[in-house]
């Protein structure tokens, strides 16, 4: 292999961990606090389960939360190199990037002996542009404090379809994955880079055709860059999954995964229901993280 490869666990989410897998609405109690934070060292113990499954030069790695995942970080942050840790910048299900931690985001970012820092995006050449200005501003603060402290950046770019991109998809979401949500990725990467945000590493949503994912990998490296790719999971079911890995391993620039709730969210959420034991969980999560790994390996061993 001539990149390295990173194979995310995602397990960073905040807001619908707690809403959607927990069924919360009020304020979080202690007892539900210990719950989530038990939860995410489950999976982060799946992860170390799944290590030795790995090829060698294949890197595992974990993506968490401090807020539920402080633990977690402190674990792998010890690992020796064992499971690359990457933890998240920005403040959960707010449709702009907002700091997790206001004017301490600093504080927090270097709390932890983290490999890669992450902020999750949502953008679209369509939105307001104001808003787009002050979102890119914000990102590149984000992008010199990485480059001057020695982080690999993740940016998470999710685009979602503006009203303008639905109408002309006929309200289609399938269509507007296919036919505009490339473009406007590409798009959305030039901006941010000319507003001084230059991630290593653009995790990006799948993609159904190579010359979508050829494009990307443009994107990334515009300029004589060194960016790399790697596709998000979306809780998208296995076989999309499974599509857009075949699309994007073999090629040039795209180097692994961040998947979460694909690998995790079924095994936890018939935990929460009784139906398996914790020692089931895990196993079950390890399983669904290796299914993915392995298949990421092979699509992208049968492009080379």
């Known amino acids: ?30 007892e539900q606090d210990a719950r989530m934070t038990a939860d995410k060292l489950l999976v982060y113990e799946a992860l170390l389960e799944a290590r030795p499954g790995l090829p060698a030069g294949v890197q595992a790695g974990i993506l968490v939360d401090e807020q539920y995942g402080a633990s977690v970080a402190e674990l792998a942050s010890r690992s020796g190199g064992g ?21 301490d985001w600093v504080t927090h970012a270097e709390f932890f002996a983290t490999d890669h820092a992450k902020v999750l995006v949502r953008d679209n050449p369509g939105f307001d542009p104001r808003q787009r200005d002050r979102q890119a501003a914000r990102l590149a603060q984000v992008s010199a404090w990485a480059s001057s402290n020695d982080r690999s950046l993740i940016i998470e770019l999710l685009v979602p379809a503006s009203d ?28 941010l880079q000319d507003q001084g945000v230059d991630p290593a590493i653009w995790k990006v949503e799948g993609l159904d055709r190579p010359q979508d994912a050829e494009s990307i990998v443009e994107a990334a ?29 073999p090629m040039p620039g795209w180097t ?29 999560i390890r399983d669904a993280y290796l299914d993915f790994a392995h298949f990421y390996l092979a699509a992208r061993g049968a492009g080379n």
């Open 256 to 284: 692994g995964f961040a998947i979460g709730r694909s690998i995790w969210w079924d095994a936890l959420t018939a935990q929460l229901q009784g139906e398996l034991s914790a020692d089931e969980t895990r196993h079950r």
């Open 164 to 191: 303008a991109d639905t109408a002309a998809v006929d309200g289609d979401p399938t269509r507007y994955d296919r036919e505009l949500r490339p473009t406007h990725a590409v798009t959305v990467m030039e901006y």
């Open 83 to 103: 499971v690359s840790l990457a933890m998240p910048i920005e403040k959960s299900g707010e449709d702009w990037f907002e700091f997790a931690y206001g004017d």
């Open 1 to 30: 292999m001539s990149e390295s490869v990173l194979l995310l666990l995602a397990v960073d989410q905040r807001n619908s961990f707690e809403r959607g897998l927990y069924g919360l609405k009020g304020p979080i109690t202690p």
């Open 221 to 249: 490296r515009r300029g004589g860059r060194k960016a790399s790719c790697i596709l998000l999971g979306r809780h998208a079911p296995h076989d999309q999954l499974d599509r857009w890995i075949q699309v994007v391993a």
